[in-house]
């Protein structure tokens, strides 16, 4: 539980530092030295505070990312993935489609007809 303003604060932070920084590698333990959080305390403080763990919060970033630049730009989805932060297009492909139900070329085949999943593309996943 977090009890301490100080730690509101700073996992506010460390939210804001991820949204500037989301398309780059972000190791955790990065994030506990440069916040002095341990791993727990920012695990459980982020999930408490934010609803999400670290690396949902920055999958689901990325994935709305993605989604954008797939309806609004002709870019390669490869290029795509690697502007959202994933190094390969297989583990950008298997992300966003796990967290779409449909895969990136698929996606961005609906043209105006994405409305009609908005409940699947809600970056639940579900």
């Not at 954008?68 to 730009?73: G, I, R, S, Y």
């Not at 961005?108 to 639940?124: A, C, Q, V, W, Y």
Request: with cysteine; hydrophobic share 35%; proline share 2%.
């Amino acid at each position: 539980m977090i009890t301490k303003r100080r730690d509101v604060a700073t996992l506010q932070e460390i939210r804001h530092y991820i949204e500037d920084s989301f398309t780059k590698d972000i190791p955790i333990a990065f994030v506990c030295k440069e916040f002095g959080f341990n791993r727990t305390k920012l695990q459980e403080g982020f999930n408490q505070l934010f609803g999400a763990s670290v690396h949902v919060f920055i999958t689901q970033l990325r994935m709305e990312k993605a989604r954008t630049m797939l309806k609004e730009t002709d870019e390669s989805v490869k290029l795509i993935g690697i502007e959202c932060g994933y190094k390969t297009l297989s583990s950008f492909t298997r992300v966003f489609t796990k967290m779409n139900g449909l895969s990136p070329t698929q996606y961005r085949g609906l043209g105006d007809n994405k409305e009609i999943l908005s409940g699947k593309i809600d970056g639940s996943g579900n």
